[in-house]
């Protein structure tokens, strides 16, 4: 009967999601020093905040009740207003945001999705910095859209390259299609690039002068927005957004306190609230509602900030072990290049072009062979635009001690001088 | 700008749920007795188990941690074979099932939702009963893809008006577009009707028969398997799938345990296995760990048999009396008819032809004047296929005491009798 299968085009534009292979590949050598995962760390897993939150809502009765219920599809009103008190508090923003924009998703990566199916139809385009967070490359494949990768540079996508990509789609008679410009503003993934807010500023700006035929959206992804070890807070690129229609913020708590608990968020502006709600009703109805309660016991009581420092001090140790296995380790090979990031998860590598990083060329095996696994750098990339670089690594510090992250740098650099001859 | 915006075509074909506005009015008017959502019991919600499987979780240091890690797309392995060893056991089932065939989700509903992503295009057919569960009504619409309503009996979604279905569906040269046929088997969702195994068998094999040039598959919505409160439980109807290729099982434990905690899942055919976990990948990376954690402790712990007894307990008392206040208060104005449900959470009533019940009809409003609200029946029904009853109504006895339910069901018979005059 297989014969006669026939799964849809998602099914088709959803194959062969490289990571999949890469984590199968992981699990099959247990012995592997994983510098691929962008999982967290599990010292810093935050188990005496969840249980403190979790006696508050066991000693109030009817608030337990209400947390093993249904709950809305938007989410937990009074998780919704301390994420957006918090988000104004920590914007000293002064736009007029109500809770109503504001809708609670499992992790920031449904948020995403939420807004490809409100705003993409196959075809359309958004255009991505290259290289950009090749998860949210899967999710407009699965739509059937397409990404458009613009340069960056040390302070994230450039806006005359952006000018550029626009110019040249428009001459195409492709400008109708593009519908979005995604951003990681905070210590992105995978180069760990923090965004001036004038970079972002100069962005959202072309975004309003370009919506020419159709509006062409800001969608911030700001996963790591609390992940910053080093330097100063920039306010988001919402607050730049004078008229409130174009910038979405996607946000989450599951770098910051627990990916197991798994609650993102979105910051809407006031079209996107009817359209994205809808798509969550027809999907899941709403997230779980234990989930949400619980983040919102563990804000009320105010354990959240104090875990995050103890978060930032945890990865601030790691990214500092990583930098010193890079540079003890990387430098002495010549040609290896990387941004120093004050944040994030991960460190980049742009090797020469005679060390392609491929997971079919010789380092991404001679790597496995020494005993380190890495994210080829190739899948974050997007589809058109920017050529795809197949000499970039990304790292990541999250779930290795920084013993492992020495040993496993190591194992890369014995691997590059390998292939080098 | 917002003139320039352009949602996708998925955006529109989500709006205007109709359960929505139900919703909001019922919000604004708290003193009507609701007998429209499906929510759960308040007094059976699980506050000591849930206590008791957190309390093993923390004692288990290492296990706790992993439950606020990520987890993997398809699931926690525990909870996964969990599941699949009660199906096993409560079946009798004979046939050679795998843990990778099980994939956790938020909800049934999820998916449902993942399902239909997997395989259904813009202008795919799925038939169901008419009527069915409006919910899913939403997702294929959401998906561009087309409900076709097949008549039921008091057994179920009738064989040979399946067979007559897909019989005028290939004469129109539709047969192609066909992928599915949706059943609710247990005590669905709105009838409360129950399949028998063999009504359940015989369509699976029209399933298999008519899979000419596409494989339709049989998608059982297992939602309500546990809320039974009278007579025998039935085998699944995967068991009568022998070559395994053509049943999809969908289960929760939001009903029988916590719609707060929201777990549900997926029992696959091997080839689906990879196109669902694609989807919730670029969806969502997999449900919330520390909601299967718990739940995985709770099965473990043998916490949830003595607690689906306590459930089934307090909705059989609920389902008498509205049962015994239908009879009481329904039955003398004449006309009305009701099937008897042995579970489930729903009572469907068949008015007269000179009681429409929409929600722009005379019953309705004057229902709500008595101070009570109910489900208009025509929202279950499919867009193609057999026509919609306007005189149709679903009662749930979820939320409501017995002396509300008496209360909401007399005011119900209140506004009969005045509409009737």
Redesign the interface.
């Known amino acids: 009967?297989?014969t006669?299968?026939?799964?849809?085009?998602?099914?088709e534009w959803?194959?062969g999601?490289p990571i999949?292979e890469l984590m199968s590949r992981a699990l099959a050598e247990p012995d592997l020093i994983s510098l691929a995962a962008g999982?967290?760390d599990?010292h810093t897993?935050?188990?005496d905040p969840?249980?403190e939150a979790?006696a508050s809502m066991?000693a109030d009765?009817g608030g337990?009740?209400?947390?093993?219920?249904?709950?809305t599809?938007s989410g937990y009103p009074a998780l919704r207003e301390a994420i957006l008190s918090r988000f104004v508090q920590t914007n000293a923003c002064q736009r007029d945001l109500s809770i109503d924009q504001v809708v609670v998703?499992?992790?920031s990566?449904?948020l995403l999705?939420l807004v490809s199916?409100?705003?993409?139809?196959p075809g359309?385009i958004v255009l991505c910095s290259a290289p950009t967070y090749f998860?949210y490359l899967?999710?407009l494949?699965?739509a059937g859209a397409l990404s458009y990768g613009v340069a960056v540079d040390a302070h994230g996508m450039v806006p005359e390259a952006l000018e550029d990509s626009l110019t040249r789609l428009q001459r195409a008679g492709d400008l109708p299609r593009v519908?979005a410009i995604y951003l990681v503003p905070y210590s992105d993934n995978p180069c760990g690039i923090t965004m001036p807010l004038e970079r972002c500023a100069r962005i959202v700006d072309i975004a309003?002068r370009w919506?020419?035929?159709?509006?062409i959206h800001v969608i911030a992804d700001e996963a790591y927005r609390e992940m910053r070890y080093e330097g100063e807070d920039v306010p988001s690129v919402l607050t730049v957004d004078d008229?409130g229609?174009?910038v979405i913020v996607a946000g989450t708590f599951?770098k910051s306190f627990?990916?197991?608990?798994?609650v993102g968020w979105g910051i809407l502006p006031q079209?996107l609230i009817?359209?994205v709600c809808?798509?969550k009703?027809?999907?899941?109805?709403g997230?779980?509602?234990?989930?949400q309660?619980?983040m919102a016991s563990v804000m009320q009581l105010g354990l959240y900030e104090p875990h995050l420092e103890r978060v930032r001090a945890g990865y601030r140790r790691k990214l500092q072990a990583m930098l010193a296995a890079v540079d003890h380790e990387l430098a002495p090979i010549g040609g290896v290049r990387w941004i120093t990031p004050t944040g994030g998860l991960y460190v980049w590598l742009q090797l020469t072009d005679d060390l392609p990083a491929g997971p079919d060329g010789p380092l991404f095996n001679a790597a496995i062979a020494e005993g380190v696994l890495y994210v080829p750098g190739q899948y974050c990339y997007p589809t058109l635009g920017e050529p795809v670089r197949h000499n970039t690594v990304r790292l990541s510090f999250g779930v290795q001690t920084p013993e492992k992250i020495r040993q496993g740098v190591a194992a890369l650099a014995r691997s590059m001088r390998h292939v080098l001859g």
Chains 1, 2 share one sequence.
Do not use: C, W
């Not at 337990?64 to 709950?71: D, H, P, R, S």
């Not at 997230?287 to 989930?291: A, D, L, R, V």
């Open positions: 009967m297989s006669t299968l026939r799964l849809s085009h998602r099914a959803a194959e999601q999949s999982f967290v599990e897993l935050p188990v969840t249980r979790l066991f009765g337990l009740k209400a947390a093993l219920q249904y709950g599809t998703t499992a992790g990566n449904q999705h199916e409100s705003l993409l139809d359309d998860v899967g999710t494949g699965n519908k309003k919506s020419l035929e159709r509006q008229e229609d174009t599951s627990s990916p197991g608990i798994r079209h009817g359209p809808n798509q009703g027809n999907i899941d109805f997230s779980p509602n234990f989930s309660h619980l």
